[in-house]
């Protein structure tokens, strides 16, 4: 049986790719494949933590503009 990847993780969760995360978190990309193997509690705080920020600008994004009338 194959084990799971960093970049399946990634995906799995609904992330481009361990690339964007790292360029989210302004980290190398290897750095992030290191803590999946060897830092793995640190590794799913950093993936849930992008999945939270990019649903919360999806909802800003969908959000209508407020229009103040003068």
């Not at 750095?31 to 793995?40: A, D, P, Q, S, V």
Request: a neutral charge; aromatic letters at 6%; proline letters at 1%.
């Amino acid at each position: 049986m194959q084990e799971i990847t960093a970049s399946q993780t990634v995906k799995a969760h609904g992330l481009k790719s361990t690339r964007y995360v790292a360029e989210k978190i302004g980290k190398h990309e290897i750095t992030l494949i290191n803590w999946f193997k060897n830092n793995r509690k640190l590794f799913d705080i950093v993936i849930l933590g992008c999945v939270q920020s990019d649903l919360q600008l999806q909802q800003h994004d969908c959000q209508p503009a407020e229009h103040s009338e003068s």
